[in-house]
T-cell receptor, first 114, second 114 residues
């Protein structure tokens, strides 16, 4: 199993540009998450999904959109990039059930908006 | 206001020393997790604690969940350079909230010098 994969690994955007961060997991996990990590700030939840066709906002959703058309894929869309969106983005997944709260993380996408 | 406060934020020690990092909150959590993150990678789960007062050991690492399930500590015995990384605590189900979302602390950046 590849686990959680993210593309691209690095990206530089100009202000106002748009892009999609890709996330795929091959573990058949129902739950998927997008986080951003800023220096010294831990991980902040952007959006999450409890299954295909269902998404919900996390702590910091403004400026982002998501979709979940399949169990495997959970892309994150930035429509009008702003410098405040410079960050490292992590996708994660977990299987269903209280006893399995472990989240599996991808390697991250480092995004710079200039 | 950060729901989970980690201390210290930075820690630099010599190989062979012992250390303890703390994760504190005013909220009750149904479970608490510790992750380690190495540079350029996503966090990886070390342990989950569920029961108040629970102690779990992972080789030289000892994790404790507070009796009231509001705080946790991680103790490392005889630290090695391979222990270097960012240690993140994450709580689930605070104050009766959903168990499938995690709230992360800001992390403790540990450097173990040879």
């Amino acid at each position: 199993n590849a686990g959680v994969t993210q593309t691209p690994k690095f990206r530089i955007l100009k202000i106002g540009q748009s892009m999609t961060l890709q996330c795929t997991q091959d573990m058949n996990h129902n739950y998927m998450y997008w986080y951003r990590q800023d220096p010294g700030m831990g991980l902040k939840l952007i959006y999450y999904s409890v299954g295909a066709g269902i998404t919900d906002k996390g702590e910091v959703p403004n400026g982002y959109n998501v979709s979940r058309s399949t169990t495997e894929d959970f892309p994150l869309r930035l429509e009008l990039a702003a410098p405040s969106q410079t960050s490292v983005y992590f996708c994660a997944s977990k299987r269903e059930g209280f006893s399995s709260n472990e989240q599996f993380f991808g390697p991250g996408t480092r995004l710079t908006v200039l | 206001t950060q729901l989970l406060e980690q201390s210290p934020q930075f820690l630099s020690i010599q190989e062979g020393e012992n250390l303890t990092v703390y994760c504190n909150s005013s909220s009750v959590f149904s479970s608490l997790q510790w992750y380690r993150q190495e540079p350029g990678e996503g966090p990886v789960l070390l342990v989950t604690v569920v029961t108040g007062g629970e102690v779990k050991k992972l080789k030289r690492l000892t994790f404790q969940f507070g009796d009231a399930r509001k705080d946790s500590s991680l103790h490392i015995t005889a630290a090695q350079p391979g222990d270097t990384g960012l240690y993140l605590c994450a709580g689930a189900g605070n104050s009766g909230g959903s168990n499938y979302k995690l709230t992360f602390g800001k992390g403790t950046l540990l450097t173990v010098n040879p």
